[in-house]
């Protein structure tokens, strides 16, 4: 079985500030580091769940869309880390790159989605409307 390859806590930092140098939503967005325990955390829980590339990227996706540990940029972060580690791992990442997925991914923040419903999405892109709970 092939090794996995996992993104370092500074690769997701560097994939932070690329992403809001390529993709500025608001003026204010800033490319700062919150919480690196917690980049780290997702990272580690990543490495040590026994599931498949899919469950794993799951892990990255909602990890650091939820824990929030950049200042701006979570989502975007999260869905780009989220994209390189399948592909790297030579896998097929399901989620066009479309602007339409950031409404999906204010549901992954929100606990909108199952992850069974997650996973659907990264291995296929096909994922149910995000409507907010009232």
Known sequence: MKEITYPSPDRIIEYNILILELIKVKKSDQAKVLSYSKIKEVVEEC??????????????????????????????????????????????????????????????????????ELKEWIQHGKIKEFKRQN
Not at 59 to 69: A, D, N, R, V, W
Not at 90 to 95: A, M, P, T, V
Not at 104 to 110: A, D, F, I, N
């Open 47 to 116: 490495v040590k769940d026994e599931g498949d590339i899919y469950d794993k990227s799951l892990i990255l996706l909602k990890g650091i869309t939820q824990k929030h540990p950049f200042a701006s940029g979570n989502r975007r972060t999260a869905f780009i880390t989220a994209k390189d580690f399948v592909v790297r791992n030579g896998f097929k990442f399901g989620i066009k790159d479309d602007p339409s997925c950031a409404i999906v991914l204010l549901g992954v923040r929100e606990r909108f989605y199952s992850d069974e």
